[in-house]
């Protein structure tokens, strides 16, 4: 004689459908109600097999279904679908359920690399807390705060822009104009980029951050990345890239350029993923300027222009 068919839970199906709050007809892991799209195939469940059911959740995937669901399901009982041990209470007659397809197994790798990443904001948020020691006056290191902010508004782009177009109009050498109008196209790219993410990933501050900032734009109520440490990467290269300057002055640009994205994060303002991404996403815009450097052969309009001034 045959023995009943049962579900995942090695209930029979027929007699749980309507009593089991767990079962195919409840509201566990298998029902139609956490199924989405299966549930047609889930509520007459009762009268077919834990196979059916079992492939019902699987054909959800390309059925509208909620695909968060269905990759839940898998990656909660991957030993199931691969058939290496039998079902709790399945009897000696159910099938073997069918191979993965290839698409949902390759379903369960981004869950290890959610976990990873999830892990790393983890680490990121803890850290970032606790090297927040200039975030308020009465923080641990809150006497150092002034400091600090002195440090933020010399790494601020109004300064830089002013000061750009400021040495612009007084330069009366063509080189030095061609130099400082690749920076203000610099300055005003990185402005552009950094802003474009900001709304993009809508990373808030820290908690722990007091929005006291000097001038700032609406996108900056967003963190990541930090617009200070993309302007402090670009700026401090384009410097060593452009400028003579004895050794000593060099290693002051990339201390000044270091010790300003650390200040972000002392100050409370960024995660440290937000100031890392930050250094990356400058120094690779300088690159972007380089590549398109601004020169009376390819740009003569613009060296024409500022002639007739
Ligand atoms: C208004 C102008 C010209 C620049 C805004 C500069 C600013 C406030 C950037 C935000 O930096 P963080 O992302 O490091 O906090």
Known sequence: MPSPRRNVEGRPLGASASSSSSGGGGGGPGSPTHGGGGGGSSSSSSSSSSRFEFQSLLGSRGSGADPTCARLRLSESPVHRRGSFPLAGAGPSQAPPPPLPEEDRMDLNPSFLGIALRSLLAIDLWLSKKLGVCAGESSSWGSVRPLMKLLEISGHGIPWLLGTLYCLSRSDSWAGREVLMNLLFALLLDLLLVALLKGLVRRRRPAHNQMDMFFTLSVDKYSFPSGHATRAALVSRFIL?????????????????????????????HNVTDVAFGFLMGYMQYSIVDYCWLSPHNAPLLFALWNQQ
């Open 241 to 269: 890239n452009h400028l003579v300057l004895a050794i000593p002055l060099r290693v002051l640009v990339v201390l000044w350029a270091f010790i300003l994205g650390l200040s972000r994060v002392l100050l409370g303002r």
